[in-house]
């Protein structure tokens, strides 16, 4: 079983950055994809970027391309996610999740996992 916990939400205006985090425990860590979602009030649960733990292998949703950055530390096992030049779009609860399979993109697209995290905040005001 994975266990992972996210820390890094919080309140930003709009333009700002927030790092969010996700310590990973467990075995075989290497079998697995890990994402971060949202769940922005009134909406669905929604694939926001996923990386491989065994390759280079990310996606993004196309709404943060080219304002969020995923990154995994394998000795560290940890997952984060810069966000930069938030905005309230962005508002939502974040999680991050493990996913026993390898196709990125399917995780991300479809809001898969196995294991989730408890969720922290983001709110972005305008």
């Known amino acids: 079983q994975v266990q992972l916990v996210e820390t890094g939400g919080g309140s930003v205006q709009s333009g700002g950055s927030l790092r969010l985090s996700c310590a990973l425990s467990g075995p075989s860590l290497n079998y697995y994809t890990i994402g971060w979602f949202r769940r922005a009030p009134g909406k669905d649960r929604e694939g926001v970027s996923c990386v491989s733990w065994r390759d280079d292998s990310t996606y993004y949703d196309d709404s943060v391309t080219g304002r969020f950055t995923i990154s995994r530390d394998n000795s560290k096992n940890t997952v984060s996610l810069q966000m930069n030049n938030l905005k309230p779009d962005d508002t939502a609860v974040y999680y991050c999740?493990?996913?026993?399979?390898?196709?990125?993109?399917?995780?991300?697209?479809?809001?898969?996992?196995?294991?989730w995290g408890q969720g922290t905040h983001v709110t972005v005001s305008s």
């Open positions: 999740a493990a996913a026993f399979m390898q196709d990125v993109q399917r995780i991300c697209v479809e809001a898969l996992g196995d294991y």
